[in-house]
Each structure stands twice: as C-alpha cells, then as structure tokens.
C-alpha cells in the first residue's frame, strides 16, 4: 500500500493556510515541518536552506572532503519526526551529522544541485542509506526529496522520509506543497532581512544622533610636507583591513585621519563607528563595545547592539585607546583575533568583521613596555602607526587652515566672510597652538563672534591660554639667554615646574592654597595640562 497523502498529510488547503500566515522563518518552518510530518507513517521532515558557510563552518562539517564548492552549502533549519523505538523522541534538533550538506553531493545535494526531485523506495537498492541501522529500526522504506524552488531560484530541499511507499500518485501534491513552501520561505527571508536592516538602522540612527555637535576638522586641508606624508599613508593603508594606529597630540585631528582612512576604504558604504575610550564609565565598557541583552543588568531595559556589532562590516574607531582598563583589555583582544563576541547577559556567540583603527596621545609602545598597557594588544592595533605632526610644526598650513574654517564659521554665524590679513597670518603663526587644530578653530571662532566690522582680532595672551605658554622671562631668570632648549627639554621643564608647585601645595589643585593660583593658571587649564603631560597629584 502506497502513501495516502490525504489520510497521512490532511487536507492541503489547510497547510497552505497556516504555511501563508507566517512571515518569520523561526515560525515558518518548524511549523512547515511539523504539520507535514505529524502522521506516524511520517519518519521525519527536514527543510535544508542554501546559504553561503558562515566562518569555520567549513572546517567543523564533516563533508569538507566531498565539497566541492564552498561558496554556499545547504543548512539544516528546521527537522520533526516520529520515533518508532522511542516514542518521544521527535528530532528536532539541528545540529546534527547532516547539518551542512555540500551542492550536489548525496541524494539531498544532488536535488539542491540540479532543481529537481528525487525519490527513491528501500526495494529499488540501498546505496542512498546513510545510516542503516537507523533505517532499519525505525522502518523507514522511502524517501522524497523535492526542491525550493521561486522564481528560478533553488532556496533549499524538502526531504520527507516515509515508512511506507511513495508513488506517482504524490507528486502533484508534495510539488503543489513544495512550490508553496518555497515562495513562503522567499517572502519570510525577505521580510526578515528588512526588519535586521530596519533594526540596524534604528541602531546606527540612535548613534548617530549621539555624535551630532562634535567638532569635525572637515576635509585635509594643508600643503606641508608632514601632511602630504600623511595623505601618502592614507592612500596605502586605506584599501587594506590592517589596523591602524593614529598617534598625536591632542587637537591634531585623529579623528578626521580615521574619517578619510574609512572614506577611502572598500568599507566606505557601511558605517564608521566611534568609541571614546575615555568617555565610558568602567562599569559600561563590556556593554558598550559588545552590547547586552535586556535584563542582564540594572538599567538595562532592552536589548542594545554594541559598538562592534553596530560597526559590523565597517570600522570601528577607538579614540582615546590609552585609556581601556588593564583587565579589560584581554576581552578587546578576544574579538580582534577571533571576530567573535557574546553581550553582557547572552550566551550566544556573534561574528563581527570589523576593521580596527585607533588613536591615541599616548606614548602607547612606551605604556606597553611598562606594563600599562598589553603589548600583544599594542601589537595588534599597531599594524600601521600614522602619526601626526602637531601645528607648531607645519605653521605653513596655518593660513589655508585659517581660511577653511573662516568660511564654515561666516556660514554657520550667517556673516560675510571674515578678512584674514596678513598681520593675522604672521600672528597665527607665531603662537605654539598646545592646543593644535582644535585650538585653532575655536580661536577663529571666539574672535568671529566679537567681530564688529569684518575685521579679526586675536588676543593672544587671553584667548590662546588653553595650555598656557612657558612665560619668557621666567627661561630668562633661570636660563641663560644664548641657550637652546629642545621640544623634550622644554616639555620636561613644564613637567618639572608643576611638580614642584604641586609638592608646595601638598598635591591641591584649587583654591586659593592651590597649585593653580600659584602657577596663575585657572584649575580646569592645569588639570588639562597634567592630563597632556601625564602628571598626577601622586608623583609630586
């Protein structure tokens, strides 16, 4: 007696009603797998789908020989039966020995492979069984295979394998069932990818409203020789995925390198994310580099996509790196060697493929070498260092560096255009910019603002005290004025002179008693101006 697909399926109408009212493939097709196999005639229903192996896939599946192909493959997504020697058992797990099945290789590959269906019956031979003994107890007889096809397309197989015949009889029916399948699968897959792009870009919006009022330096704009150094880097590291390493003084501009580094890039359709490293409270890293899931922590009310997932595909920017905790470092490093990473609170294991760059003001080699900081990681991030020159050393791009932020200004002010004259230029150009770039634009900026009549006016003393310049006559009273101080000297000897008013004050910094008032200085210039050169309260 032959498979009755009436008595053993039901009524078809009714499946394709319950396969057309789901829009998921997580409902669809165990429901799909379920409905076709609930009879006990019914040994087992599997739906294999065609994708590309994921990373690794390849070297787990136990078929990697016989593959031929290993641009896509067919994937177990959904499995139901009935156990005749254990009735309770209904193998629905997939991830079994037959969760990868290379393109054409064995009965279900063949079917993925050539788009059409294959039954085969236990008394027409043997050589389609794979497991015999499985077989054998179970009472298995036969087995139909039939293709997902839509639209010209092969989206997977059906694989029925059936304790009693199949004949001719079915093949309208399993080919009506099939096509069904099929175009429902099509229409769940696309449904499910708008909502993960939709999803995703919920995330990257909510991003990227976060970044909105940060100052961005705008294109690279200068003639010096330091900086066509930098364009020559850009244009080499820029089309590889190495890691990048930008070093510089704070104000130089790293983030615009990293900005023109992803522009130029293959990424440069998908996102450039960024992390401040020294913006995130210690309790948070975990969860802002990898996400969590909701209920993980107090406060976290819905699952959250992290930094690398957001930046998956794209690259991701790590400012300030310098300052990532010790003990957390190990958990970056995991994900850059191993493209992997689970959020705070979920065990299941994500593969990110993100493009690494990162800045620092740091001597990062030198932090390495101390122990602050892990030298594998170091060496990680450190495949292609740039390093920026900071202004006081292309002072020859302070006039067109002066002139494109004029122009931004004047239109974000609703001004005509502001006059740079020469005497501004020279003026410009003689200061030491601590501040850098940064320092410059705001500088720009404050002076438009006051500007009455168009014309610029720079008070330097007052305006440019960001870091504060080294007073003259102090070198003079404790130098002699034919002596040279290099940059190093220079630097060690402001390093020097706030140690000691720090140890006169017993390491306060504000109030009237504090180191502040004796270096002239406002409390917040030389708390910035400790952190630049690396002093704290302790090392008096």
Not at 141 to 158: H, I, K, N, S
């Amino acid at each position: 007696m032959g498979l009755d697909t009436y008595a053993v399926f039901g009524d078809p109408k009714e499946i394709l009603l319950a396969i057309s009212g789901k829009h998921h493939l997580p409902e669809l097709l165990p429901l799909a797998v379920q409905r076709l196999g609930h009879d006990l005639q019914i040994a087992l229903v599997r739906i294999w789908l065609t994708k590309p192996p994921r990373d690794g896939d390849c070297d787990r599946c136990s078929l990697a020989t016989e593959c031929r192909d290993r641009r896509a493959c067919l994937h177990l997504a959904a499995s139901f039966g009935n156990s005749r020697v254990d009735p309770d058992q209904h193998w629905q797990d997939t991830d079994g020995s037959f969760r990868r099945m290379p393109m054409g290789v064995r009965k279900v590959g063949q079917i993925a492979a050539t788009g059409e269906p294959i039954r085969i019956n236990i008394g027409e031979g043997s050589d389609w069984i794979v497991d015999p003994a499985w077989v054998e107890s179970e009472g298995i007889v036969a087995f139909q295979g039939m293709p997902l096809r839509y639209r010209d397309e092969t989206l997977g197989v059906l694989g029925i394998f059936s304790r009693v015949p199949i004949g001719p009889s079915c093949d309208q029916w399993l080919m009506m069932i099939s096509d069904q399948l099929a175009a429902a699968i099509s229409s769940a897959q696309a449904v499910d990818e708008i909502e993960s792009l939709r999803r995703r870009l919920e995330l990257e919006n909510e991003y990227l409203r976060e970044e909105v009022g940060e100052v961005s330096f705008g294109e690279l704009v200068g003639q010096s020789a330091a900086l066509q150094t930098i364009v020559r880097q850009i244009d080499l590291v820029a089309p590889t995925d190495s890691s990048v390493l930008v070093l510089g003084e704070s104000g130089t501009g790293k983030e615009l390198i990293a900005r023109e580094v992803h522009r130029r890039s293959d990424r440069c359709d998908r996102p450039l994310i960024k992390v401040n490293c020294a913006a995130i409270p210690r309790e948070l890293y975990e969860s802002e580099f990898f996400g969590h899931s909701k209920g993980s922590f107090t406060g976290a009310l819905r699952d959250r996509a992290g930094r690398f997932e957001l930046a998956d595909g794209g690259t991701l920017f790590l400012d300030e790196v310098g300052e990532i905790p010790l003990d957390l470092q190990s958990k970056l490093l995991r994900v850059l060697q191993e493209g992997e990473l689970e959020r705070v609170g979920e065990e299941r294991t994500r593969r990110v493929n993100v493009r690494i760059i990162a800045a620092t003001n740091r001597d990062l080699r030198n932090e390495a070498i101390k122990g602050r900081f892990r030298q594998d990681l170091y060496y990680r991030l450190s495949v292609f260092p740039i390093e920026l020159a900071p202004l006081r050393m292309r002072s020859e791009d302070i006039p067109l560096l002066a002139k494109h932020f004029l122009r931004s200004i004047s239109r974000k002010l609703g001004r005509k255009s502001f006059r740079l004259t020469l005497a501004n230029v020279q003026q410009l150009q003689r200061y030491n910019w601590p501040g850098n770039i940064r320092e410059l634009q705001h500088v720009l900026e404050r002076s438009a603002i006051v500007s009455i009549d168009g014309k610029l006016r720079f008070d330097l003393h007052d305006d440019l005290s960001e870091l504060g310049q080294i007073d003259d006559q102090h070198y003079r009273s404790n130098t002699d004025t034919e002596s040279i101080l290099t940059e190093a000297e220079l630097i060690q000897l402001q390093i020097n002179n706030i140690r000691n008013a720090l140890r006169q004050c017993a390491g306060k910094i504000y109030g009237p008693e504090g180191a502040a008032a004796v270096l002239g200085l406002k409390p917040t210039t030389l708390a910035s101006r400790m952190r630049k050169l690396n002093v704290s309260t302790s090392a008096q």
